[in-house]
């Protein structure tokens, strides 16, 4: 019933989940960012942060895009089988660290980034171990 | 700086825990509607209505808004792009429960995949 090829609509699907997934962590981060300088120590300054941060747009622009992301994915999932979907969708692992640093102006050092490909790997092969349950279930 | 990283990696820990949670309670509340795949879109409706009168469905709901707002926190605390990185620990919470939880079968490739990403989480720790 799952189709193992990726069509351009699938591609761009996937894409498109890719940069919305990133740009809810984005989206997320600036609204964290909105009381610069406030710390978090215990649950009352939570409460006082969590006010604050859900009154900020970035919050609600950042779950739209978790809405668009899971009406998206219920579209690639209804097209294709997991395990193709998700090492195309890991993408973002990627696309995160790199905006953090475009636009957040975070830095990477060189262990980071190995210790994100570690990352990247594992989430592949965990992904790839749905193809091998399926096929061994049937 | 290291009591820091420590209490950030819990407050990740505590998410990720929480979104596993979510998950196991989408996943009983989707398995007791003995639901076969299908595409029909008229029939995948039904099936949503179905499911959203499941109080288990919302328990899921209060643990992910629960998530969220320990992500904000954290992300209030970390860099994005370590937050980001050690939130795929939800894949070992999430291996662990299909095992005991579920009794899931958990194949050999899908444990050295949670295995590299263990170590990943190790290395952007060190870093």
Redo the contacts between chains.
């Keep these: ?1 799952f189709k193992k090829k990726v069509t351009l609509k699938i591609l761009l699907l996937l894409i498109a989940s890719d940069i919305l997934e990133t740009s809810i ?2 989206f ?2 600036k ?3 909105a ?1 610069q300088g ?3 120590t215990d649950f009352s300054s ?1 409460v006082v ?2 006010k604050a ?1 859900f009154a900020s747009p970035f ?1 609600w622009a950042g779950l739209i895009a978790v809405a668009a992301v899971f009406i998206i994915w219920s579209g690639i999932l ?1 097209r294709i089988d997991l395990s193709v979907a998700v090492p195309i969708a890991s993408f973002s ?1 990627i696309l ?2 790199l ?3 475009i636009f ?1 102006h ?1 830095k ?2 060189a ?2 980034w ?16 749905s193809r ?2 399926s096929s ?1 279930g049937k | 700086m290291k009591e820091g990283l420590l209490i950030i990696l819990s407050l990740i820990a505590l998410t990720s825990l929480c979104d596993t949670i979510n998950q196991l309670f989408l996943k009983s509340a989707v398995d007791s509607l003995n639901f076969s795949p299908s595409f029909n879109i008229i029939k995948i409706f039904k099936f949503i209505a179905r499911l959203l009168v499941k109080p288990r469905l919302w328990l899921g709901f209060v643990f992910s808004v629960i998530s969220l707002c320990i992500w904000l926190v954290v992300l209030s605390k970390a860099e994005l792009n370590f937050a980001f990185s050690a939130d795929s620990m939800h894949y070992i919470f999430i291996a662990l429960a299909s095992r005991f939880v579920l009794k899931e079968k958990v194949t050999s490739l899908r444990w050295l995949g949670t295995g590299l990403i263990v170590a990943g989480i190790v290395l952007i720790s060190l870093s």
């Design positions: 019933m962590q984005f997320f981060k609204s964290a960012l009381q406030f710390v978090v939570a942060f969590l941060a919050l209804s692992y995160v660290p905006v953090s640093i957040l975070e990477i050092t262990l980071r190995m210790g994100i490909f570690f990352i990247l790997g594992g989430v592949i092969l965990v992904s790839l171990s091998e349950r061994e």
